[in-house]
């Protein structure tokens, strides 16, 4: 049976440039691989059929001499370039290195690598640390400098992080010269797998150091000052670079993430930049007016004059008396919210002025009037 155009066979048009010819391999690998191509029982013999093509279309000269003389280039007399005695090798290609070298194209970058090259290795980056600290709101509102206890990982006294007795250097692992990992060939495809020999760390000690046994760090608890801005919120995140977990033989450390909580308080509420205090204020004072003091999160005290008539829930405003915005961005205000207060344990002198006060005032309450004016339009419809 005659061989089918290399170009047909990998769907591209003659002359196409070398990342179509990969472009149009890689595209047909997946599609004819045996292993998703069961039920299919000439799926293998396309699969050869397109991996002898590309092994033959990648290669500058083995495509020259395709382009020129076709399949016989490769039957016997034609050789390198075309010319007679040279000799390409026999048609069925190399299956193995045709699909590694897409498998490199895909997956090499994920893995840390790219084809069989070698190279040293980073020491291991250290962990990122996270620490949850509670404020009061007055210390959220001031700022503050805070000792805090971190146990963490720190760079081993004894062989000054390199994880070698004595502070010896590492050696580059002889496994996987440096790269930490190792590949092995398995039918078609190239298997990338952790240096065992290493565990990935792509350099080997002869004689680990034995206070941190070849780690390079130790457990220990830091103690570190933390400056804490004025008006911090809960969820506030503070980033203290390299005073995370220390990396493994002398690799970089990690960044420690304070994490902030505001704790609730007693007499005010936050919303952002702004408190909100509710105040009781008794009848006689809501009804007749007065001035009354409040308490500021500064520790200070504010007057608020109280006008006659006001009914709970209303609103007054300091301005200023708020939470500092974080980083200097302004201050917020205070917001005064009135509970007028019902008196309660009433003696019988106090009961019998409230009789009397009652009778005379059965017109000075606008809300009452108003809500029992619509009461009664609401009866007479309901008997209509």
């Known amino acids: 049976m005659a061989k089918r155009d290399y170009y047909e066979v990998l769907g591209v048009a003659k002359g196409a440039s070398a990342d179509e010819i990969k472009k149009g391999y890689r595209t047909k690998a997946k599609e004819l691989h045996p292993d998703r191509n069961a039920d299919k029982p ?3 013999a396309q699969f050869k059929e397109a991996n002898e093509a590309y092994e033959v279309l990648k290669d500058a000269d083995k495509k020259a001499a395709y382009d020129r003389y076709g399949h016989a280039a490769f039957e016997g007399g034609m050789g390198g370039g075309g010319r007679p005695g040279g000799g390409f090798g026999g048609g069925q290609g190399d299956f193995s290195s045709a699909f590694s070298d897409v498998f490199d194209d895909l997956f090499g970058d994920f893995m840390g690598q790219r084809g069989g090259g070698g190279g040293g290795r980073r020491a291991a980056r250290g962990s990122d640390l996270r620490y949850n600290l509670r404020i009061s709101l007055e210390e959220a509102y001031s700022g503050l400098q805070k000792s805090i206890n971190v146990p963490t990982s720190v ?55 034995k206070t941190c046994r070849g780690a390079g760090r130790v457990e220990k608890e830091r103690s570190l000052s933390v400056n804490i801005p004025a008006g911090v919120e809960t969820g506030t995140r503070i980033r203290l670079a390299g005073e995370g977990e220390a990396g493994m033989r002398g690799g970089p450390s990690g960044d420690l993430y304070i994490f902030i909580e505001v704790q609730e308080h ?24 007065g001035t009354i003091e409040v308490p500021t999160i500064d520790g200070g005290r504010g007057r608020v004059s109280i006008p006659s008539g006001s009914q709970s829930g209303r609103q007054m405003r300091l301005r200023g008396k708020g939470m500092p915005a974080l980083r200097g961005k302004g201050v917020g205000d205070m917001i005064i919210e009135l509970a007028v207060e019902t008196p309660v344990n009433l003696t019988s002198k106090q009961k019998e002025l409230l009789r009397e006060f009652e009778e005379l005032s059965s017109e000075n309450n606008p809300e009452s009037s108003s809500f029992f004016s619509s009461v009664k339009s609401f009866w007479d419809s309901m008997k209509g």
């Open 42 to 44: 000439d799926a293998e």
């Open 155 to 209: 760079p081993c006294d004894g062989c000054e992080g390199s994880g070698a007795e004595g502070g010896a250097e590492p050696t580059t692992c002889p496994t996987c010269s440096g790269m930490g990992k190792v590949r092995a060939q398995q039918g078609f495809f190239t298997v990338e797998r952790t240096c065992p020999t290493c565990s990935g760390m792509g350099q080997t000690i002869k004689n680990p150091c």
């Open 266 to 289: 007693e007499l005010f509420d936050r919303d952002g930049p702004n408190l909100f205090c509710r105040v009781p204020v008794s009848m006689s004072t809501a009804a007749l007016s």
